[in-house]
C-alpha cells in the first residue's frame, strides 16, 4: 500500500550509541555489513555501516554508559534467509547469545504465520534479532 503522506518513503538507517565504537564496528562487519561512509573523530566519530542491500546502521562514539542499560534500542531485526548461520557468525564475532534460533507459530491475522527467529545481544547491550518468515 501506497503512503499518500510521505511520498516515496524508505528505511535508511538506524542509529546505535556505542561505548567501544571500534569493537561495535568489528563485531558487525563480522556479519558482512561494509562501511560506507566515516566522519568526525574521538567522541565525535560517525560511521555508516551497509547492511548488504543500502539499509544503514549508523554507529555513534559518544554512547558511554549514559543511555538505557537495556540497551541503545530495543531490538534491531535483520530478515535473512539462514536464521542459524547468521545467530552462529554473531557468536563468533563476540555476539552474546539471548535466544537461539527457533520456530515461532503466531496466533495472527488475518492469516496464519510461523516465523523463525534468533537475539543476541551486542557490545553495547543493544539486541540484534535475525528473522524469517517460514509459512
Given at each position: ?73 530495543q531490538h ?12 552462529e557468525t554473531a557468536l ?44
Open positions: 500500500m501506497a503512503n499518500e503522506v510521505l511520498k516515496n518513503p524508505g528505511f535508511h538507517h538506524v542509529a546505535l550509541r556505542c561505548k567501544d565504537i571500534e569493537k561495535s564496528l568489528e563485531m558487525y562487519k563480522a556479519l558482512g555489513m561494509t562501511e560506507k561512509v566515516r566522519w568526525g573523530e574521538n567522541e565525535g566519530l560517525i560511521v555508516m555501516l551497509d547492511i548488504g542491500n543500502g539499509d544503514i546502521i549508523e554507529f555513534f562514539a559518544d554512547g558511554g554508559d549514559k543511555y538505557a542499560e537495556e540497551g541503545k534500542w534491531f531485526a535483520i530478515t535473512t534467509e539462514d536464521v542459524e548461520l547468521a545467530y563468533k564475532a563476540g555476539f552474546t547469545s539471548l535466544t537461539p534460533p527457533k520456530a515461532v507459530p503466531l496466533n495472527s491475522s488475518p492469516e496464519k504465520m510461523t516465523i523463525q527467529v534468533a537475539f543476541v545481544k551486542g557490545n553495547d547491550n543493544e539486541q540484534l534479532e535475525f528473522f524469517k518468515v517460514i509459512e
